[in-house]
Each structure stands twice: as structure tokens, then as C-alpha cells.
């Protein structure tokens, strides 16, 4: 736990670490960053308050509750917890995270919680957070052993939903729990991560990696995450604003992303006989199968943070834009819907003032090839398939009639598929608060 001859002992994103739980009793391998190297060389030296490394010296110069010779005991190692591994991650992680530093980032100066200062430029900022996880999409990277873009995933995830209400996204945290570390497939994982972060322009802030023998089948994890960002107060986006005859626009995905996993693995069953590399190279459209359901997730932040900006495609979130300037500019954009679990029709909803109908055009953009197997093998209702599946539209924005066309180049520009995908009515009485027509 030593730092590098010439390491200061504070740096502005350490890693590692290890920690108790609340009641100090040992939980397994708990890797925290930022990471404070003044408690780890104490707890090397046997002066720390912490139990990993800590040995309690009696009068007669031997460990506690021993006497004469030194007899043979149990390690951590012997419990299923390998701090070496640990350690060896941890020397992994560290560049990755340092690329994916923004303005904002402080100093670690107390290694049990990250630092980040509020952008200046903000009249009244409000912190939007969120947090999720990818779902049973993890079943799919396990038996394809496919680790590298799961992290992807699990930013996106978090990140577009904060960017729903206009945040730009400032920093982001991560949980991966095993029950045997693997370095490789840690390190693959939260690479995975590190590039999600780089796609939005946050920062990989912080995390924990949590070994706990016993608690996952060998080659197994679980992950988690956390995104927090930041929009002007009176740039807030919440739907309020939309009227009948606004329109709706589509923004493409890049797949399933990580909603329906349960439904498509029991698809793939019935249709491959098995989930494995081998069974899923069955090719759609010249790509394999594999390919299309571990897609990773498309990230909105930087197109739809500078269309809301009022600036061109070149803007990007993290370049320091201050918040005032932003708030002050046009905001073509009224309401968005991240189309996550519960699809079009439970998600678009969710930005909608009460009394208004949503109308898609079954029509308006043409559905990706996987979704039209997975429905043709599963037998699966068009209705299932629009509460369960974002269809091919990632993200759904409202805009007033007049800003359709600007809003329509400016995302082009931006690089992204965008399709004029409905419009706003009044919603009949009894009738569902989004149709796809």
C-alpha cells in the first residue's frame, strides 16, 4: 500500500483503498478512491484504525494473544479475499479515470469521498443526481464474456436519464460487487465505464469494488452507478410547458440498450437453443446476433446539452460553457423521455402535463432488424413490444411546431438519427396517455 517514491499524498483521483462497514466487522475487499495514502502507510505500520494491516503489538514485542513462537493462522486470502488482486485493479483503474477528468475535479483530501466543485456560472445551480444498474443484460456478458462495453451501459443508463431535465452531466460513481476478483474482467468493466464518462464529458469521480466470497456464482457480478449533474434552475426541463400541436421527435438508438434483457434472453433460448458465443453468431443482417443484443447503449449529453445551449454541435458539456450563459440562450426543447424499462408507451408518459395524448407514427422511422426478430421469434404483441422495448427511439423530445425544423438540423449536425415521430393532442377521456399508431 506503499505510494511511489516522489507520490504527493494527495492527488486529484487516487484509487484504492480498503474500508470496514459501518460496524467494523470485515465485509470482504473493499476498494475505495479517491484513495488516502497517509491512512494506508499508518495501517502498513500498524497505526491505523483500520483492521487490514493492523497488528496490535503486546509488552513482550509479540502479536496479541501470542506468546514464544508464532503459530500458523488464518488469512484473508484463506477467506476468499485476495487484497493482492485487489491492488493489481486498482493500478489498472487509475489511468482510466484520470482521462476522463473535467474542470470541476478537486484534490482528494480526505480519501473517503470524491471532491467536485459546482461550475462557475451558475446563478441558482440545482444538482440533478441519478442511479441504475443494466439489468439482466449482465447474463448476456457473462455467458459471451463480453465485459468491454457493459460499463457503457451502465452510464448511459443514469446519465441520460439526469439529462432529461437539462443537466449536464459532472461526475459519475461506480459499485462492482463479485465474489471472486478478476482483475482482467474488472479492469475490461470499468474501461467500459471510463469511456461512457468520456461520451458525456463527466468525470469517473469515484467507485468501490466489493469482493465478497459466497455472495455471486463464480464469474459472476453486479454493478451499479451514479451520476449527478447540474442545470440552471430556471433551465429546468420538465414538460410543463407542452401544448397541443407540439411535436414529438425521435432519437435513434443503438439497440435494446439495456431494457427487456429478460425477455430477449428467454427469446434467444427458444430461438438458438442455448446462449453461447457459438449459438449467437446465427447472423441478422450480415452482423451476429451477439453483436446486435450487447450493443451498447447510446449516449445523448453532448448533442442534446448544446441544442438546449442554443450552440452548434461542436459545444461540448465539460469545456467549462458557464451555466448563466447557457440558461440565458433559447431552449427549443420542452419535454424529454429517456425510453428506458417500460418502453414508448410508459415512458414518454412521463414528461406529458395532465389532460395531453402523445401520437407516434408507427411509421415515422424505420425499426431496427433486432427488434423485428425478436418479435417475429417470441410471437410477442405489438403492444408488448412498445411497453417493453424502446423500439429503435432512444430518447423523445417536444418541441413547439416552429422549432421542428431547427431542432431537426441541429441534431443531424450532431450526428444523430432524428425522425419527426408524432404530435401532442388532447387526450381523449379513458384513452392511454401515449398510442403508437
Given at each position: ?11 486529484s ?18 476498494l475505495?478512491?479517491?484513495?488516502d ?6 495501517q ?5 484504525t ?5 497488528r496490535k503489538?503486546?509488552?513482550d ?17 484463506d ?11 486498482v ?14 475535479v478537486?484534490?482528494?483530501i480526505?480519501g ?5 466543485a459546482v ?16 439489468g439482466?443484460?449482465l447474463?448476456?456478458?457473462f ?9 457503457i451501459d ?5 446519465v ?11 461526475f459519475f ?8 476478483l478478476?482483475?482482467?474482467t474488472?479492469?475490461?468493466v470499468?474501461?467500459?465505464v471510463?469511456?461512457?464518462?468520456e461520451?458525456?464529458?463527466c468525470a469517473?469521480?469515484?467507485g468501490?469494488t ?15 452507478g ?10 429546468i ?5 407542452i ?12 439497440g ?11 427469446v434467444?433460448?427458444?430461438a ?9 453468431q ?5 452482423r451476429p ?9 447510446r449516449?445523448y449529453?453532448?448533442p442534446?446539452l ?6 452548434g454541435p461542436a459545444s ?5 460553457a ?6 440565458a440562450?433559447?431552449?427549443p ?18 414528461m ?6 402523445a ?8 425499426r ?5 426478430w ?11 413490444m ?11 423530445l417536444?418541441?413547439a ?10 441534431l443531424?449536425?450532431a450526428?444523430?438519427?432524428a ?5 401532442i ?6 384513452a392511454?396517455a401515449?398510442?403508437?399508431?
Open positions: 500500500m506503499r505510494p511511489p517514491p516522489g507520490r504527493p499524498k494527495e492527488v483521483l487516487p484509487l484504492g483503498g480498503t474500508a470496514r462497514s459501518a460496524k467494523g466487522a470485515q465485509t470482504g475487499l473493499r475505495k478512491w479517491p484513495f495514502w497517509q491512512r494506508a502507510m499508518a502498513e505500520s500498524g497505526q491505523g483500520g483492521q487490514e494491516g493492523r503489538r503486546e509488552p514485542g509479540g502479536p496479541a494473544g501470542q506468546s514464544g513462537a508464532a503459530k500458523e493462522g488464518l488469512s484473508y486470502r477467506a476468499g479475499v485476495d487484497i493482492d488482486a485487489g491492488d493489481a485493479l493500478e489498472r483503474i487509475k489511468p482510466l479515470a484520470s482521462r476522463t477528468r473535467r474542470p470541476g478537486l484534490s482528494g480526505g473517503f469521498g470524491g471532491l467536485f461550475p462557475a456560472g451558475y446563478r441558482e445551480p440545482i444538482l440533478v443526481s441519478g442511479t441504475d444498474g443494466v439482466t443484460k447474463k448476456l456478458a455467458a459471451l464474456g463480453r465485459h468491454d462495453t457493459i460499463g451502465l452510464v448511459a443508463m443514469s441520460n436519464d439526469i439529462l432529461v431535465q437539462g443537466a449536464e452531466p459532472l460513481l461506480d459499485y462492482f460487487a463479485c465474489g471472486k478478476n482483475v482482467d474488472a479492469a475490461a470499468i474501461g467500459g471510463a469511456a461512457g464518462c461520451q458525456s464529458g469517473l469521480l469515484g468501490e466489493a469482493e465478497m466470497p459466497g455472495m455471486y456464482p463464480p464469474g459472476e457480478y453486479d454493478l451499479a451514479f451520476a449527478v449533474g447540474v442545470v440552471e434552475k430556471s433551465g426541463i420538465d414538460g410543463s410547458t401544448v397541443v400541436g407540439d411535436q414529438l421527435v425521435g432519437l435513434a438508438s443503438s435494446p440498450h439495456s431494457n427487456g434483457y429478460s425477455l430477449i434472453r428467454r434467444l433460448e427458444k438458438c437453443g442455448e446462449i453461447t458465443p457459438a449459438a449467437l446465427r447472423p441478422l443482417q450480415g446476433l451477439a453483436d446486435w443484443v450487447m450493443a451498447p447503449t449516449l449529453a453532448k442534446l448544446s441544442l438546449i445551449r442554443g450552440q461540448l458539456p465539460g469545456a467549462g458557464p451555466g448563466g450563459d447557457a440558461a440562450r433559447p431552449n426543447v420542452k419535454g424529454m423521455a429517456h425510453i428506458t424499462g417500460g418502453g414508448l408507451l410508459e415512458n414518454v408518459p412521463r406529458l402535463p395532465t389532460g395531453l395524448q401520437v407516434i407514427r408507427a411509421a415515422a422511422w424505420k431496427p432488424a433486432i427488434f423485428d425478436l418479435q417475429a421469434e417470441g410471437g410477442i404483441a405489438d403492444v408488448e412498445h411497453r417493453v422495448f424502446n423500439c429503435g427511439i432512444g430518447m423523445v417536444a418541441v411546431p416552429g422549432e421542428l425544423e431547427t431542432v431537426m438540423r441541429s443531424s449536425q450526428g444523430e438519427d425522425c419527426h415521430l408524432g404530435e393532442v388532447d387526450r381523449p377521456s379513458g392511454a401515449t398510442v403508437v399508431a
